[in-house]
């Protein structure tokens, strides 16, 4: 089955600086690619996504990166916040299916 | 309103006893999850509803049931609880298929003594 890797457990930035966390994949029928947050005493909510029919996606602040050969997906959050703080959750879904398979998590510290 | 609400907060639970968590949407969703999550660890999908459909996991077939009575409302149940079960179990719901958007509750913290 599917597994999802978040490669680094914990980072830490400057405020104002970039941020990058990196999942791979390992199922290619994989076409979807969320990616949650967890703020501390808070329950998970979803930031943004990426499908398969494109290779990069911006929302504001955050931009998600497709490499479907590398089966690799990152995260990007440029000009860091103190609110950025939390883990960040990658995940990936086959189309149709209902299973999100989730990576282990990120701990994201901006600093000031 | 796009709360999912976990009732409760926090369980504590003896070995060997049953179990029930409960979980609310008011959001319409035909589609409502439940995973584990432990420390350290990613999210574990146990179960599903669609609509009226339960799927469960193959490697947490015999561990955990549920029900959806309604659209609104579904339950975990363990009948009979190991320490393995220590964990955070966290509700979700969504519109339709797991490519859709997942709104999660605050969940439940079970300790099993």
């Given at each position: 089955g599917e597994k999802v890797e978040q490669h680094e457990s914990t980072l830490s930035v400057r405020e104002g600086d970039s941020a990058v966390i990196n999942c791979t994949y390992t199922?290619?029928?994989?076409s979807y690619f969320p990616w949650y947050k967890q703020e501390a005493e808070k329950s998970l909510h979803f930031v943004i996504d990426i499908r398969s029919n494109v290779d990069r996606k911006q929302s504001q602040r955050l931009i998600v990166l497709l490499d479907k050969k590398a089966k690799r997906f990152s995260l990007h959050i440029t000009a860091?916040?103190?609110?950025?703080?939390a883990i960040y959750f990658c995940a990936a879904a086959s189309s149709g299916s209902w299973q999100l398979i989730f990576g282990s998590g990120t701990q994201l510290t901006v600093m000031p | 309103d796009t709360t999912v609400k976990q009732n409760p907060r926090y369980k504590l639970a003896r070995v060997g006893k049953p179990v029930n968590l409960i979980c609310s949407q008011?959001?319409?969703?035909d589609t409502m999850y439940w995973y584990q999550k432990k420390p350290n660890q990613a999210p574990k999908l146990l179960l599903f509803y669609y609509d009226k459909i339960l799927n469960r996991e193959a490697d947490t077939f015999e561990k955990f049931q549920s029900s959806r009575p309604n659209n609104s409302f579904c339950s975990l149940y363990i009948g009979s609880a190991g320490l393995e079960y220590s964990a955070m179990y966290l509700c979700a719901s969504s519109l339709?298929?797991?490519g859709d958007e997942q709104y999660f509750g605050p969940g439940t913290r079970l300790t099993v003594l």
């Open positions: 199922d290619t029928a994989s860091t916040q103190p609110e950025d703080s | 008011t959001m319409n969703h339709g298929t797991g």
